[in-house]
């Protein structure tokens, strides 16, 4: 019969004659840079110590940041590389011993760069125009094939020799249209491990304002409340803000000038001929910037200045009548007598004959007999004198009339010529009464004006 002492001394003996053996699990391991993983060590048989070498050799210590080696209990011990780089690859081994038995195990850690996204920024703005360049940067072990697609199909750099993708897998339009706009696709592809990754990257195209306008000289009449308005329609991308100048100063919203949603139209309040001149539309937007300037032409309407009242003695040689006005553009004067305009040079006999001589005022006059001549004059002055030879007539009209579109026209009555006689002429044109002896601004002048 076997005795208890008996088995006992056996698997004593049994045990001291059973090997170590180690094996790891995984046996082999491939990490992709910037992931953790982790290693088994399980020993048969009983072990005093477990430890990790690395690929240098040196002992992997406990509690390493990048790296650790952990026993678990006498038969487990565990390595664990976190965020693993390429500096982690190589052969690892576990050794356990007990006394003077010996037992290890390898494992070759290798790390790989997985299809990774470096730079692949979305939107990517360009002017179009331009010379694109698509940025997407990957990187890969080993290197990723990248393709290109535009909304969705595969862009064929040889069916469009706009497209063209780099050495370094960014993708090249030349003259980038409007119509290029849209999402791209940068996709990588890695055959060795069937890998595949992309990124959506969208490409937006800014458009270089344009200004269009139907009128480049707006005309408008000073001092009567006016208005103007100046318009420049403007298209661009992304839409373009707009601003009026007039000598390099912004304008603003004030009392003056007031502004539509957009900015496109700019209205000048209470017209002054102080605001004629130039102004400047200017359209911005992320492309750039344009301009186109446009001018305010300003009127003013004739206003009679001046006007003079004489006395003579019937039958004298002559007697002179004078007018004077005001306007911009420098108005022309005509001279009336009941229904009959006097026209410059006319001779007319009305009982008698009479001569008209009509000019514009100037510093140095000259009167011709019989013939009417003309000068022009700074500051919107003008000047006419109405001779009569011999005197013998009832009081007449003076018009001053603006040569501009919207300038106007007035009219005055000059009073009628006193005698020394005594007498007036019994009858007047219909309608006009005799007026007092002088008339200059302000007093009782029959005027009238008209558009």
Known sequence: MVQSRDIFFALLLLGSTVSLEVQITPSQGEISVGESKFFLCDVVGTATKIEWFGPSGDRIEQNRPDITATTTDESSSTLTLYKAGPHHAGTYKCVARDGERQAEATVNVKIYQKITFTNAPSPQEFNEGDTAILVCDVISTPPPTVFWKHKGSRIQPEKDVRFKVLANNHLQIRGIKKTDEGSYTCEGRLMARGEIDMRFIQVLVNVLPT?????????????????????????????????????????????????????????????????????????????????????????????????????????????????????????????????????????????????????????????????????????????????????????????????????????????????????????????????????????????????
């Open 211 to 451: 200004i269009r306008v139907w009128q480049t000289e707006v005309n408008s009449t000073a001092d009567v409340g006016q208005t103007a308005t100046l318009t420049c329609a403007v298209d661009g991308y992304p839409e373009p803000t707009v601003t009026w100048t007039r000598n390099g100063v912004v304008l603003d919203a004030e009392d003056k000038y007031s502004f539509n949603e957009d900015g496109s139209e700019m209205t000048i309040m209470e017209v002054a001929k102080l605001d004629e001149g130039e102004y400047t539309c200017i359209a911005r937007n992320k492309a750039g910037e344009s301009d186109q300037e446009l001018s305010l032409r300003v009127f003013v309407k004739p206003r009679i200045t001046y006007i003079v009242n004489q006395t003579t003695s019937e039958m004298e040689d002559q007697v002179t009548l004078t007018c004077e006005a005001l306007g911009d553009p420098t108005p022309s004067i005509n001279w009336s007598y009941g229904v009959q305009v006097f026209n410059e040079g006319e001779q007319a006999h009305l009982n008698r004959i009479y001569q008209e001589q009509l000019y514009l005022k100037h510093m140095d006059q000259h009167h011709h007999s019989g013939t009417v001549h003309q000068s022009v004059m700074k500051g919107g002055l003008g000047g006419a004198h109405l001779q009569l030879s011999p005197v013998v007539l009832p009081p007449g009209w003076c018009w001053a009339w603006g040569l501009g579109p919207k300038a106007g026209s007035a009219r005055v009555q000059p009073p009628g010529l006193t005698l020394d006689s005594g007498h007036r002429p019994s009858t007047a044109p219909p309608g006009i009464a005799p007026a007092s002896p002088r008339h200059r601004p302000g007093n009782a002048v029959s005027a009238g004006a008209n558009h």
